[in-house]
């Protein structure tokens, strides 16, 4: 199958993707680094608890979608800001983080799954959009199979600039959510 054949490839890709975005979760919360570059090693020691944290609460979520759908989601809107929860809190563990998360969301996991499905749909839209105009064109300029590498190119693009704002309302969410834990 896919994965079988191409695990090689893919493992690394998730792997590197879910580093950029704890780094960018990094830069957007934590205000401790006195530069930048700080935001490399400190994502670094946070990942892999959050990579394990990410596994156990997405095998929680799946399982909640397999019970009967709303379960999944309503999980999967608690746990929403659990990578934020990792790049603004001082070095929680796992269980730390996941608690923390659940924590944050309380009372309001319908609201933040609302939220995050709203813009998700919106860049989303966004996104197909600019697809299928770009796959209009070219296959108007390059024949019936267009300019792979330009359809490749653009829907790249736009998937990094849904995954950038899905993670910037993720974070913005958790600093709103903290500030008002903290009144």
Do not use: C, H
Not at 9 to 26: A, E, K, N, R, W
Not at 35 to 62: C, E, H, Q, R
Request: charged share 5%.
């Amino acid at each position: 199958t896919y994965f079988r054949t191409n695990w090689m490839y893919i493992v690394p890709m998730i792997l590197v993707t879910s580093y950029g975005g704890v780094v960018i979760y990094v830069l957007l919360l934590n205000t401790s680094l006195s530069k930048v570059g700080d935001a490399l090693p400190y994502a670094l020691a946070i990942f892999f608890p959050y990579f394990i944290a990410s596994i156990l609460t997405g095998w929680m979520t799946l399982l909640g979608v397999i019970a009967f759908i709303i379960p999944g989601l309503y999980l999967m809107a608690r746990f929403a800001v659990l990578p934020a929860v990792f790049a603004g809190e001082a070095r929680l563990s796992v269980v730390g983080a996941i608690k923390q998360s659940w924590a944050m969301t309380e009372g309001v996991g319908w609201s933040v799954f609302v939220l995050m499905l709203v813009v998700g749909f919106i860049t989303w839209l966004i996104s197909f959009v600019a697809n299928l105009i770009v796959g209009v064109l070219t296959r108007l300029g390059g024949g019936p199979d267009g300019v792979p590498w330009i359809d490749t190119g653009v829907a790249a693009l736009f998937g990094t600039f849904q995954s950038i704002i899905l993670i910037a309302v993720a974070a913005a969410i958790y600093r709103q959510l903290k500030a008002q834990l903290a009144i």
